[in-house]
């Protein structure tokens, strides 16, 4: 079954990339504010949708959890995590950083995950145990991620304001978490931070990261996994670092200072 629902995951997250990419090329992009302040476009309903009528069919017997949907979790064994369109505020300005992540949690701990980011076509996929891939081939963390002359530290838009940060490492801003925190496993990144990050925003990243050799762990002592039943995740938000090696973790972890 962990296989099925896999294959549905990556599946499902390139359909509805597809039906994203038609609202993206057509100027559909317009959004209005939640009132957490965070944007929400048409696109982002429209995808949401989608993806929680092809589980219904598929898995009937299985819960989800939605950004744009119900965020309180299941009390389930089986309960898809889904973030129908990471990056709106990139999506809605015409800049190519976005994309679908869609999680199946057994017992709160992820399983198998799917994140597709279409316009760069680049899927990624993972099954606990049994590695990650890319577009269907395997990736691993290189064995030696700072061997570069300009290793990558990308971080989301709040970090500065948050956090006081000294690590010598080139910084670059996407405004995806998602895909940020996947450039660790492809090895364009030797870190990631995100400082207020949902659990639909990690949850896919998460398992791709462990499952291709990377290191990922919240700030802090609120660990994401296992999940609660009955908790409205959106009224939680965590700082999660993801790095290549452990050795680049270690020095995050001491160099990355709440204010």
Known sequence: ?????????????????????????????????KSDRTLVTKADRDADQYIQKLIRDHFPSDAILSEEG???????????????LDGTVNFSLGLHYWGVSIAHFKHGIPQ?????????????????????????????????????????FVHCSRMHGLYNVALPYKTRSLGAAA??????????????????VKLWDFAGSWLVVKEAGGFIQPVGNQQPFPTQSGFDYNDRAFAIIAAASEDVMNKAAANIISK
């Open 1 to 33: 079954m962990s296989n099925q629902r896999l294959e549905f995951a990556k599946n499902t997250a390139i359909e509805t990339g597809k039906l994203l990419l038609d609202h993206f090329h057509h100027g559909k992009h317009q959004g209005e504010l």
């Open 70 to 84: 119900n965020t309180i979790f299941p009390e389930n064994p089986d309960v898809w995590v889904v973030d129908p």
């Open 112 to 152: 198998s995950a799917a994140l597709y980011f279409p316009v760069i076509d680049e899927l990624y996929s993972a099954s606990a145990g049994k590695g990650a891939d890319l577009n269907g081939k395997r990736i691993q963390v290189p064995n030696s991620p700072v061997d570069s002359h300009y290793p990558i």
């Open 179 to 196: 895909y940020h925190l996947c450039l660790i496993p492809k090895g364009s990144a030797i870190l990631a931070f995100e400082s207020t």
